[in-house]
């Protein structure tokens, strides 16, 4: 069993629609989450970064982690088609030196 | 706005032969990984550095692969020889220090293997 489990989708939704994407795993010691946005042959992107549990929001981008479940969430508001791409939770221990733990990514495509 | 640099972009060569990548992190960034990133799956880490040292290379193949980072500033990736399941994207990123930073990507090396 992975440490994270990510549904690989693809998730498709209509413009203008909430995307709603999340993350299991199984190591309750991880503290530091985060979610990447990675186009097609690109490198990704950090959109968010969570310490412990609790919500951010960052535009139309919130974050959730609910450490009591070991999941975390992304939501998308107002969906728009550059939002089309694959997400990429990670996340890693306190004193792990950085090292991420990755799912293997939800696509997500956005309809005009 | 500062980028990770990577290149080539696209390589692609025959099982057997030698292989490298070159990758010029964020500017004044101490840490630097090489993550591999097969299709359909999320990046895995090969090795990280600390300026020039290495500080996890638990993951990385060490018969074929090899990293340096001699001056504690861009890095080259080598894997020799190459073998048909090596075929993958081949990752940089940066970030500033040892604790939890945030990670640059670079826009990766997509290596085919023949």
């Known amino acids: 069993q992975k440490e994270v489990e990510q549904d690989p989708g693809p998730l498709s939704v209509p413009e203008g629609a909430i995307v709603s994407l999340n993350c299991t795993y199984s190591?309750?010691?991880?503290?530091?989450f985060m979610w990447y946005r990675q186009y097609s042959r690109k490198g990704p992107e950090l959109l968010m970064y969570?310490?412990?549990?609790g919500n951010k929001e960052d535009g139309r981008f919130t974050a959730q982690v609910d450490k009591s479940s070991k999941y975390i969430s992304l939501f998308i508001r107002d969906s728009q088609p550059s939002d089309s791409a694959t997400y990429l939770c990670?996340?890693?221990?306190?004193?792990?030196?950085?090292?991420?733990?990755f799912g293997a990514g939800t696509q997500v495509v956005v309809t005009p | 706005e500062a980028e990770v640099a990577q290149s080539p972009r696209y390589k692609i060569t025959e099982k057997s032969q030698a292989v490298a990548f070159w990758c010029d992190p964020i500017?004044?960034?101490?840490?630097l990984y090489w993550y591999r990133q097969i299709l359909g799956q999320g990046p895995e880490l090969l090795v990280q550095?600390?300026?020039?040292?290495?500080?996890?290379d638990s993951q990385l193949p060490k018969d074929r692969f090899s990293a340096e980072r001699l001056k504690g500033v861009d890095s080259t990736l080598k894997i020799q020889p190459a073998e048909l399941g090596d075929s993958a994207m081949y990752l940089c990123?940066?970030?500033?220090?040892?604790?939890?930073?945030?990670?640059?990507f670079g826009p990766g090396t997509r290596l085919l293997v023949l």
């Open positions: 990123a940066s970030s500033p220090g040892r604790f939890q930073e945030t990670q640059y």
């Open positions: 190591n309750s010691a991880f503290q530091y």
């Open positions: 969570t310490y412990s549990s």
């Open positions: 990670a996340m890693s221990l306190t004193d792990s030196w950085g090292k991420f733990q």
């Open positions: 500017s004044g960034h101490a840490t």
């Open positions: 550095f600390q300026d020039e040292s290495v500080v996890d």
